[in-house]
């Protein structure tokens, strides 16, 4: 596929410009990954964006003539336009115009793999794009062709209102027949009393790696920005026996637009009932920190902030690790791809756990052996001995607060 060439324009005003250059960083990775070729960046400093066109009519003409120097196709600004401004800025420039919010959607669009994933992509898109059908002129007729004109079906999207917003409805009704099986699959989950893990994080912060390393699973792993996009459920079994599940979940990424939030809940509701989260941090990023901040803010607006959080600083092999300073607790300092990492993890993971389930003690006759291989499989043992003088196993374990045995040690107490 032909890269197109792209222009990325920037505004950093007093509100932004902490963030500023790590959120251009990211567009170029955004772009680089949906296929884009950044032939330009174009930088204003203002103390706020002008209303009309963000960068002025002087920046404007100094923007077109950019594109026709460096012969761009296309023009993405970092910054959420309005119907309104989209229409001003490409009819000025004379080539389509996107923004950081349409080119998300659009890598969203080329990620998604399940019937869930692609309506939710869909949906997004159609709500994103409806109070922007009139007067679009040149943009519309790039649709179906080129960055930010994506999705599951590539086919053109018609300007008739009514047909989109018949669509709307038919996408969000046929999402809630998933949600509702999804939904129906969790039940099953949490009544068959299984311990579940979900990895959140930021983007590309290697949370697939995780999943692959542990659970053997052949998940999409590249160095992309949302290189997951539907979540994916494997069983894990830990070295003591325990079968518990690992969740990989769409990433984060700040600025995450609320068109996504929404057309993503489901997806990201899977999360909610959660036992254990592994945040994962990418530690080699020289914004670790604020990508930080950026998941804890949203695991708050997700009401996920109440379930228990190890976060897992991944990637170590490119840091020095005698100089990291961890700024979140309790965490674990790992390289996914080395099996020492794997070994670390697991052993962080487990002392999560027993923080979390019930410690009990049982003892078990010599007889009894399905009922040790249904305590290995089903709990967390930690210790497995003989006692010489009773003739029996003692076992001593965690296990879930409504875990068979949990609840025979509650019968025998209560009789």
Known sequence: MEQERV??????????????????????S???????????????????VDRQTLIGKGKLNELKNLADAHEADLVIFNHELTPRQSQLIGDEIGIPVIDRVQLILDIFALRARSKEGKLQVELAQLEY???????????????????GTRGPGETKLETDRRHIRNKITAIKRELKHVAAHRERTRQKRQAGQVFQIGLIGYTNAGKSTILNVMTSADTYEQDQLFATLDPLTKRWRLPEGLEVTLTDTVGFIQDLPTQLIDAFHSTLEESQSMDLLLHVVDASSEDHQQQEQT??????????????????????????????????????????????????LTEAVKLQMMEILTPYTVALEQSDGKTLQRLKRETLVLQDTFDEEQQKYIIKGFAMPESFIIRSMDNELDS
């Open 295 to 344: 998941v804890l803010q949203l695991l708050k607006d997700l009401k996920l902030d109440q379930i228990p959080i190890l976060t897992v600083y991944n990637k170590a092999d490119q840091i020095d690790e005698a100089h990291f300073v961890p700024t979140l607790f309790p965490n674990v300092l790992i390289s996914a791809k080395s099996s020492r990492g794997k070994t670390k």
């Open 129 to 147: 794009l409806l109070p922007r059908l009139v007067g679009q002129g040149k943009n519309m007729s790039r649709l179906g062709g080129g960055i």
């Open 7 to 28: 222009i990325l324009v920037g505004v950093e005003t007093e509100k932004t410009w902490k963030k500023f250059e790590e959120s251009m960083n990211e567009l170029k």
């Open 30 to 48: 955004l772009t680089t990954t949906a296929n884009g070729e950044v032939v330009f960046s174009l930088v204003q400093k203002r103390q706020q």
